[in-house]
């Protein structure tokens, strides 16, 4: 029987990949470092960090920063990121979010956020989805996606096995962390990509409560 469901966010509850790319690309051209979108495709999912060296990497320009100043460049990233996320409200939820927090709830299921993003209580509280969210989990100390440890972190938060959970996202490294952590894993989005995942659907709207309904039992 179910008992939480972990969320993604960028990408499963909201988009904000385009914001991050704008972000990032801002930042790489002023280092004279071109990146498109499908080089963002392998961004989703990844944390601040973990993107600004893949970013110098593809740049060839790793070596030439220190710890300080990677630090720096993710500042000057994430200022503006948050401005490009400032105006974020209730129109920018997916369609079908809220109907399955309210089921769940119904269901007396807990539901946990497990984003990489240190960005992700902000807007859910510009959402107005705090009111669903029963923990955010906090990546900054953990490993990152594929690891499990995001996912791990929430089953344990509330002592729930992870047999007992469901993993939502968007990401190939999150199904893969979805599947380490031991839960069934939900992917939105491209089937072939997301092959590797429980069940796929193309949008969080289309997610089968048929198929709910047998788990949450
Ligand atoms: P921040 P998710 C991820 O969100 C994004 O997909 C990824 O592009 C971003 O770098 C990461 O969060 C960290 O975000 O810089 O805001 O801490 O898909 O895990 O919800
Ligand atoms: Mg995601």
Redesign the pocket.
Known sequence: MIKLVVF????VITE??EQ?FIAWKTLADSKNIVIDREFNES??????YD?IVKILKYGNVLDDYSKEEVKKLMKIK?DN?VKLISKFNEDNINGGVEDLFIYFKKNNIKIAIG??????PFLIKNMKLDVYIDYIVNPLNLDG?PSPDIFLDAANHFGISPTECIGIE??IS?IKAINTAGMISIGIGDKKILKDADYVYDSIGEIDYKVLEEMVK
């Open positions: 993604d966010l960028d990408g904000t990949s991050h961004l989703k999912g990844v944390s601040r993107s994430n990121y984003s990489a993003s240190r960005n992700a996606k968007d990401a999150g």
